[in-house]
């Protein structure tokens, strides 16, 4: 190491340059400097006294002040002035020079260290003064976990050659400020004209419209076309006016509103709805926005929101990431703890869901509904699950407004170069309670003292530019007069207006579907394909690259699905994707989705075939015809609630296209019931908004436990009104192909729901013919082949697996004087021709509803509500708290039980 002993001060740049490297990350310089450098800070910490050739004092100095140089760039967001109305927690041990070695003495001393942050040869304490501005005024980051030293040396040479900051000119600062006197001038009209009214006031934080706007306005610079927002309540009415544009008179007419304009049944409360919008920047670039309805479930829309950008960016800017940017605005107790935010983070550098990079604004308000922030989490900082992904955290002060933008103009330059989330923690506090008629000095009255005194960030930014003279006191007084006149303006006009207008979300994609009323649904729809057609698909999926060589099963399973076809018999498997296959060549796109849905958690499906001793896979459905539309097939993550979120977006954005969501198992389902409660059952009944979204949930009573029998048919039924959802039990292969047709081709979107078979996926007589594919359509109910009806005195319904154990029992006994109907389709339940059924029969004696489910599951108290009048006698399993037994034995008891009880003169207990 002699080599060290005397460097001049260029080779100590260089070496101070290594060093930083090396504090970063120890394995991205080389192992010689490697081990030099921990050799030496061995050396530094237990020989201090030791003075040689290589360890003088110049150079202990220049490596301390590395260190220090580090400590800013690693904890100086931990002694930042970014909290506007409380005093920071102190954390140990501090950024003093004392603790790195250094002393006041030095502070004079020209050091090569402030080459390390760009300013060349200095004094430390103009070193220290540097770093101060850049990490520890109105701005903090956290960057230096994240790993990949690209990423942090951009970021660290955009901060420190900055200071983290920009000089504005007057006329942006006009603009800043034309951006809060809207925000604010806003919400202290609505407090004025509506006293008492819940509003879910951004007061405290009204920094957020002009970051906003900023966001998009640099974001269109940049190349951004649309961007998809997603909020919870607070700050909405504020986001829907001042940055979507949505007309105030419209919004003051929704806190007086009796009645709606459009066909709403119920609606929704005015900050829950959406909007969208085409808006045009400063510079005359037009960008399309839409802030997506949300219900009051924090956090739940961001899945949403993914979903929706990831099918623009699919089906409309030909998967450029450039094009289209999510936005997603969190509260700080939200983010904090809804696990909903981990599952999306997780999916967010996934192939089948990224988008690019979401930039995350936090309304930090210091105070979730009325819990101080120490007493809501463990953590930190609220948004410390951003390091799960290594993403960058600012977290600036609320009422440095200039500051906010800054920080969102580099967050959206990071986003566009690197495709990766950026995470902004904007530290303000909510002038009021939780809602306006709450009062938070009950639980907060240190806090609420401190917030009554203090000015809002129009008022100190008027401040600010009164003494810098851009604008007087006088100006800024005028312009919020003139503002507080044209919202009077707007409030009379909006008292014109007879009813609320309720613009549907979306509504453009909408607009050749028809409503789910009850006449659009019974329409006729033809859905069977042409068997040449079908062969010809048939062919192109069960055909393997000759070039590429796969596992011996899988040649297997090709060679039987040639051999189904030959033979005019298909499975499940087949029959399911002929559908896609026949979709994909009419141009319609097909995505599934789900945590097995490339094999199938029964291992049926095989959408993908894995070349052997590789990663790489084939997937047939890509390889059909040039012509066709594009096939996408993903395991997703180890997520219900994120990924059903996420797909639900996806399907809302892409009416054209079948999108399907797969439950490993149905029972896993309620992990997600979110999702089916605020926006799969409910959304059309509250925001006019369709969507064509298709879930499979595995169901059936198999003897597998309580956790892997049931996807809680009874649960969706009792969501069902009005047409909202279809709920199927399939039990055919041609009735599944039909089915999966018809959602694409008859003239409505609503989502379907469909319970698939887990046992009947493989079950001899589960089988259908390729005319049955070609000639047939979808059958809501399957009658029982029955040559003389007058000979019939039992008459059975059912549905799904249990039919096929009822017909075994049938046959094998040899019963003539019992027909077994299936019921396909439980909702939207065909009354009509249940009704019909049952008057073929004109020697009936006993009228059965069997069922696997306990008797306080299943479809039974369905049935009984839609048919009161028809005299069913119900046989099933006993009513239980658990949906299922444990034993195999027991459960085979049961479903004996059930079997006898159907082919028995008397029901037995």
Not at 63 to 89: C, D, E
Not at 111 to 127: E, M, T
Not at 155 to 181: A, C, D, G, W
Request: proline share 4%; charged share 25%.
């Amino acid at each position: 190491m002699d080599k060290f002993s005397q460097v001049g001060n260029q080779e100590i740049a260089a070496i101070e340059e290594l060093y930083s490297a090396y504090l970063i990350d120890p394995e991205s310089v080389d192992a010689s400097w490697k081990n030099f450098f921990a050799g030496f800070e061995f050396a530094r910490k237990n020989f201090a006294d030791t003075k040689n050739s290589v360890h003088d004092d110049k150079i202990d100095k220049e490596f301390a002040i590395l260190n220090l140089i580090h400590g800013y760039r690693q904890r100086g967001h931990l002694f930042t002035k970014t909290n506007p109305v409380r005093s920071r927690r102190k954390y140990l041990p501090t950024l003093d020079i004392e603790n790195f070695g250094l002393q006041k003495s030095d502070l004079d001393i020209v050091f090569q260290a402030g080459n390390n942050i760009g300013i060349g040869p200095a004094p430390l304490k103009a070193i220290i003064e540097h770093l101060e501005a850049t990490y520890c005024q109105s701005i903090g980051v956290e960057y230096v976990f994240m790993r990949h030293p690209e990423l942090i040396d951009w970021l660290k040479v955009k901060m420190e050659s900055t200071r983290n900051s920009q000089i504005f000119t007057p006329e942006q600062k006009n603009h800043i400020y034309y951006n809060l006197k809207l925000a604010v001038g806003f919400e202290s009209f609505i407090h004025k004209k509506f006293v008492g009214q819940k509003r879910f006031s951004l007061e405290g934080g009204e920094a957020l419209i002009p970051a906003l706007d900023a966001v998009i306005e640099h974001g269109a610079e940049l190349g951004i076309s649309e961007f998809v927002i997603g909020m919870a309540h607070r700050g909405r009415l504020n986001v829907l006016t001042n940055i979507l544009e949505k007309p105030y008179e419209n919004i003051f007419k929704e806190f007086v509103g009796t009645e709606y304009e459009q066909d709403l049944s119920l609606g929704d409360v005015k900050y829950h709805l959406g909007y969208e919008n085409e808006v045009e920047t400063d510079h005359g670039k037009k960008v399309r926005l839409s802030l997506m309805p949300n219900p009051s479930h924090l956090e739940t829309v961001g899945a949403l929101v993914q979903g929706m950008v990831r099918s623009r960016i699919d089906t409309h800017y030909d998967n450029d990431f450039n094009k289209v940017a999510p936005i997603v605005i969190h509260g700080d107790a939200a983010i904090a703890t809804q696990g909903i935010v981990y599952e999306i983070i997780q999916m967010s550098q996934l192939p089948g869901y990224k988008t690019g990079g979401t930039i995350h604004l936090v309304i930090n308000n210091q105070v979730g509904f009325t819990t101080n922030y120490l007493e809501a989490r463990s953590s930190t900082y609220c948004t410390d699950v951003a390091k799960v992904t290594r993403s960058p955290v600012f977290h600036v002060n609320g009422d440095d407004v200039e500051a906010i933008i800054f920080t969102v103009k580099l967050a959206m330059e990071f986003r566009q170069k690197f495709h990766a989330d950026v995470f902004i923690d904007i530290l303000c506090y909510r002038k009021y309670g939780h809602n306006e008629g709450d009062e938070p000095r009950f639980t907060q009255p240190l806090l609420y003292k401190a917030i009554e005194k203090h000015p809002n960030p129009r008022d100190i930014y008027a401040d600010k530019l009164a003494v810098q003279g851009v604008l007087s006191r006088a100006e800024t007084s005028k312009l919020n007069h003139e503002f507080d006149l044209f919202l009077e303006e707007k409030h009379k006009e909006s008292e014109k207006i007879d009813k609320v207008i309720v613009r549907r979300f979306l509504n453009g994609k909408y607009t050749e579907y028809a409503n789910p009323s009850k006449a659009n649904l019974i329409l006729p729809v033809k859905t069977g394909v042409k068997k040449s057609e079908l062969l010809r698909i048939a062919q192109r999926i069960n055909a393997l690259p000759a070039d590429k060589k796969f596992f011996k099963k899988i040649d297997r399973i090709v060679e039987d699905r040639r051999m189904m076809i030959l033979d005019n018999h298909m499975d499940w498997a087949m029959a399911e994707l002929l559908a896609y296959g026949t979709l994909l060549e009419e141009g319609y796109q097909v995505r599934l989705s789900g945590q097995d849905s490339e094999r199938g958690t029964f291992a049926h499906r095989h959408a993908s075939f894995v070349v052997e001793d590789t990663d790489e896979k084939y997937f047939p459905l890509k390889n059909i015809s040039g012509k066709q539309a594009q096939f996408n097939v993903f395991n997703s993550l180890l997520s219900e609630y994120g990924v059903l979120g996420f797909e639900y977006g996806y399907s809302l954005a892409t009416p054209k296209g079948l999108t399907v969501w797969e439950a490993q198992f149905g029972d896993f389902t309620n992990v997600a019931q979110v999702i089916f409660d605020q926006y799969i059952s409910s959304a059309y009944e509250k925001w006019g908004m369709m969507n064509g979204l298709v879930l499979y949930l595995p169901h059936g009573y198999e003897g597998q436990g309580p956790e892997h029998s049931s996807a809680r048919i009874e649960r969706f039924l009792n969501l069902t009104a009005d047409n909202n959802i279809q709920v199927v039990v399939p039990t055919s292969p041609a009735n599944m192909f039909h089915l999966l047709r018809r959602q694409m081709h008859w003239n409505v979107r609503i989502p379907l729901v469909i319970f698939t078979p887990k046992s009947l996926l493989r079950h001899p007589m589960v089988t259908s013919s390729v005319d049955e594919l070609a000639e047939g359509h979808y059958q809501e109910i399957i009658e029982d082949a029955v040559a003389k009806p007058s000979k019939i005195r039992k008459l059975i319904f059912t549905y799904g697996k249990l039919y096929y154990d009822l017909h075994k029992r049938q046959v094998e006994e040899g019963i003539s004087d019992v027909a077994v109907v299936r019921i396909e389709q439980l909702f939207p339940l065909p009354v009509d021709i249940i009704k019909s059924i049952i008057a073929k029969y004109p020697n009936l004696e006993r009228i059965i509803w069997a069922q696997d489910e306990p008797s306080n599951m299943g479809a039974w108290q369905h049935i009984q509500r839609f048919l009161p009048d028809v005299p069913f006698e119900l046989i099933s399993r006993p009513a239980s708290a658990s949906p299922a037994v444990g034993l195999m034995f027991q459960h085979n008891l049961r479903l004996k039980t059930i079997l006898d009880s159907a082919f028995n003169e008397k029901i037995l207990a």
